[in-house]
């Protein structure tokens, strides 16, 4: 059985052991030569995965050396921690408003009978709307504005079917007087059957 290569996320860690056990500048050709023979990350490999570790800030480097140091990495760790610390706070900041303005309405909107009538015959009237939605689905060919969207297709359709028929018309004559073709053959090309007849 073929030994496994190495996962995406096994190249990245093994490549930053390189830089935090050395503690060292590389040039990228030198991690190309370092990485298979120290990690044996396949060295067509290591331009990508030391991007991908220079996209994510745990390695440092101009276009030329690339660098990274344990305490750097603890740096971004802490950084990013911070950062999550402060969405959490934000996010139950917004949280807490949510729940006071949801109190506040509560307080506002005493139950009383009247309210408990009015809330109990809004939720009769939204089941019988729905209802009456469902029925009127039923009945969806009979619905007055689905008919008078048939009747505009129609509608459409025969003056779409009228004007084609007018330019057969028109430009058969014209055709046959122009190229000296057969009637017979000018229709079989078209498709038009000798039933054929103009609907206008």
Sequence with gaps: MAPRGLSAEEKRVKLLEIFHETKDFYQLKELEKLGPKLKGIV???????????VDDGLV????IVFWSFPSHQGAVIQGR???AKEIKASHQAQLLEIQQSISNEKSIRVESERRTAAIT???????????LDEELTAYGACDPVKLEETRRAITLGKEAAIRWTENYSILLPHFLSQSMVPIEDVRKYLEID?????IM
């Excluded at 015959?121 to 209802?131: I, M, S, T, V, Y």
């Design 194 to 198: 000798e039933e054929y007849e103009d």
């Design 60 to 63: 440092q480097g101009d276009k």
């Design 43 to 53: 060295s067509q490999s290591v331009k990508e995965v030391l991007q991908s570790l």
């Design 121 to 131: 015959k809004l939720q009769g009237l939204k089941r019988e709307l729905a209802k």
């Design 81 to 83: 921690v911070e950062n």
